[in-house]
């Protein structure tokens, strides 16, 4: 496997830091960045490096000649001038593999680049992207993906006043298909991949796929970023957010639990949030639970709303939890609904389920792909159907008195606390 390490910025924001050295030799607790991201691909079977650079190459091969080149077949390519991350992997696309992986070199992370690769292959994709949510989508680049994963549109930020999006940041870790990018050399320069190349592609039916993961990785291309990340380091929160490291999550309920009741919410001017529920799910993210809604949406059996409406809304929702630096770290939803009679039903959605609570099959898949442990997991909702399916999961529930309040007297399962609301429940799990 190849990789390809986009370092030709000057860090002129992290010039104090930096003094003389270039910006992907700054120190990272003791290591400098380059070598961490080198070490980290060799450590996973990547055995050819090229390091793309146009400012300081030779303080760069002086670096890489002074560790043996880490044992790799690295590459110190000086494009001369800026090209834009896209630009500089056109220009040596010749030089290339039949498909290599992208990183930039102001990133530090700790990703599966295996997992990661065998998605791409799995889905016979043109280029994958790994995606995440963040606590700042507002100043982000954001992403937007159809059900089946595939990406159908880019955002750039800065975002509309009253734009609705989906909290799914484009974090700049490529895998792609050498072929794929043939059609795309002669876009001018200097050209960027998100902002140029990837629409492009889209446009003319390239197929992209989102790989969306909680894996650590985060820019620090500031002094903050930078202590940020050391802090991160040190702490052991970078290792904790290995897909290998067994997770805590807190399951959520949607409508009652997040935002206001409304009785079979159609539409995203119906969502509002109840109050106080970003910053509890904030102190959630802070303190590392993975926080995953899991909501039945019978709407969409009913023919009441449709997908398209369904996208709406949640774009809504992470708007809303985005502003006050909130997320959500998955969400999964039940469309089916066992009863029929409905004017402009679905017949396809009109069945009996895993999925739809208090069956577990949302909770379940949530533990394939997160990783859950449910031993040290929650669940949050304001049903008796929430307080059955977490007795179901093994999951320890609080009930909320916003939405139903317990008052629907579908199943006998009780609360192992009751709570007024999310911020009560979220100071009960900080807690215990």
């Not at 099959?361 to 977490?390: C, F, H, P």
Request: net charge negative; with cysteine.
């Amino acid at each position: 496997m190849q990789a390809l390490i986009l370092a030709g910025g000057q860090g002129t924001r992290l010039r104090a830091r930096l003094g003389d050295l270039p910006k992907p030799l700054v120190d990272v607790d003791g290591v400098p960045l380059l070598q961490r991201q080198i070490e980290a691909l060799r450590d996973q079977g990547v055995t050819d490096v090229v390091v793309l650079v146009n400012y300081k190459a030779e303080a760069i091969r002086e670096f890489a000649r002074a560790h043996d080149d880490f044992g790799l077949r690295l590459r110190i390519i000086d494009d001369g001038e800026p090209l834009g991350t896209s630009g500089a992997v056109m220009a040596i696309l010749d030089q290339l593999q039949e498909r290599f992986l992208v990183l930039y070199g102001d990133t530090l992370m700790d990703v599966d680049f295996g997992r990661l690769v065998a998605a791409h292959v799995a889905h016979g994709a043109d280029g994958t992207l790994f995606l995440h949510p963040n606590d700042h989508p507002h100043d982000s680049d954001l992403v937007e993906l159809n059900e089946q994963g595939w990406i159908t549109a880019f955002h750039k930020y800065p975002h509309a006043p009253d734009a609705l999006h989906r909290n799914m940041v484009n974090a700049a870790l490529y895998v792609l298909e050498r072929t794929a990018l043939e059609a795309f050399r002669g876009l001018p320069t200097p050209s960027d991949f998100a902002k140029q190349t990837f629409p492009a592609m889209i446009k003319a039916g390239r197929r992209l796929f989102g790989y969306v993961s909680f894996e650590y990785i985060k820019d620090i291309g500031t002094p903050a970023r930078l202590d940020k990340a050391v802090g991160h380091l040190r702490s052991g929160r970078v290792a904790r957010a290995r897909l290998s490291s067994p997770q805590k999550a807190v399951f959520l309920d949607r409508d009652g639990t997040l935002n206001a009741e409304v009785n079979f919410l159609r539409h995203h001017d119906q969502l509002e949030l109840l109050p106080g529920v970003a910053a509890a799910i904030k102190r959630l993210n802070d303190a590392e639970y993975r926080c995953v809604v899991v909501t039945n949406q019978p709407v969409l059996a009913r023919g009441e709303a449709t997908m398209t409406d369904m996208a709406r809304i949640h774009a809504k929702l992470d708007t809303l939890l985005g502003q006050e630096g909130a997320f959500l770290d998955a969400l999964y939803l039940c469309p089916h609904h066992p009863h029929s009679g409905y004017p402009g039903e679905v017949a396809a959605l009109k069945r009996e389920c895993d999925c739809r609570k208090p069956g577990t099959g949302m909770i379940e898949q949530a533990v394939r792909e997160l990783n859950i442990d449910l031993s040290q997991s929650w669940m949050v909702g304001d049903t008796t159907s929430d307080l059955e399916v977490a007795r179901r999961a093994g999951l320890r529930s609080i009930l909320v008195r916003t939405g139903f309040g317990g008052g629907d007297g579908k199943y006998p399962a009780m609360p192992l606390f009751i709570a007024a609301g999310l911020p009560e429940a979220v100071d009960i799990i900080l807690r215990h």
